[in-house]
Antibody, heavy 121, light 109 residues
Framework: EVRLLESGGGLIQPGGSLRLSCAAS????????MSWVRQAPGKGLEWVSV????????HYADSVKGRFTISRDNSKNTLNLQLNSLRVEDTAVYYC??????????????WGQGVLVTVSS | SYVLTQPPSVSVAPGKTATITCGGS??????FQWYQQRPGQAPMLVIY???ARPSGIPERFSGSKSGNTATLTISRVEAADEADYYC????????????FGGGTKLTVL
């Protein structure tokens, strides 16, 4: 059974930093691209970032480019998201999601339960 | 950036057919995915590559694409189908963004 378990969320002041992690199990983590998707309270889904299997290719939504950094550790089956210069509008549940391919980003076939990040003073 | 447009809400009586649309421009080379999100839960894939169903998804769920509109059809709607539904594509030839529609709230009357 595929499992994706996010951690690292919490309450942080504007301008602060936070590191989210996603522990993967039940599949060969090193064979699949991974994404982060977020959902602000009462709003729709917003894709944040994607990383290929080796980490050689990463892409970001314009709203987080230059502030967030995605990375992965295939030896530990872990996906990370470093959030810097946080803004109130970054408040959201952040989901870790698995793509169905190593380097194509068409499909997100498995999702974690999400972790809440609240940016507030 | 690429935009996908969904109706905010759709209502249907139990046992009837629900149709949720997703509009955009230049569908060439784009494959559509659909996700169901029940209240308080994570999204779940229900249709991929326009028409394919993951294992475990009932045959009542089907997808199609024509012109500049992709459609999710749910036949014989049940109370458990009440959820938010999102369409999604990947901009493979552009800036590589993964794009979601705004979501449609399906209400079962």
């Amino acid at each position: 059974e595929v499992r994706l378990l996010e951690s690292g969320g919490g309450l942080i002041q504007p301008g602060g930093s936070l590191r989210l992690s996603c522990a993967a199990s039940g599949f060969t983590f090193s064979s699949y691209a991974m994404s982060w998707v977020r959902q602000a309270p009462g709003k729709g889904l917003e894709w944040v970032s994607v990383i290929t299997v080796s980490g050689s290719r990463t892409h970001y939504a314009d709203s987080v480019k230059g502030r967030f950094t995605i990375s992965r550790d295939n030896s530990k089956n872990t996906l990370n998201l470093q959030l810097n210069s946080l803004r109130v509008e970054d408040t959201a549940v952040y989901y870790c999601a698995k793509h169905d391919s190593s380097s194509y980003f068409y499909v997100l076939d498995q999702w974690g339960q999400g972790v809440l990040v609240t940016v507030s003073s | 950036s690429y935009v996908l447009t969904q109706p905010p809400s759709v209502s249907v009586a139990p046992g009837k057919t629900a149709t949720i649309t997703c509009g955009g421009s230049d569908f060439r080379g784009k494959s559509f995915q659909w996700y169901q999100q029940r209240p308080g839960q994570a999204p779940m894939l229900v249709i991929y590559y326009d028409t394919a169903r993951p294992s475990g998804i009932p045959e009542r769920f089907s997808g199609s694409k024509s012109g500049n509109t992709a459609t999710l059809t749910i036949s014989r709607v049940e109370a458990a189908d009440e959820a938010d539904y999102y369409c999604q594509v990947w901009e493979s030839s552009g800036n590589q963004d993964v794009v979601f529609g705004g979501g449609t709230k399906l209400t079962v009357l």
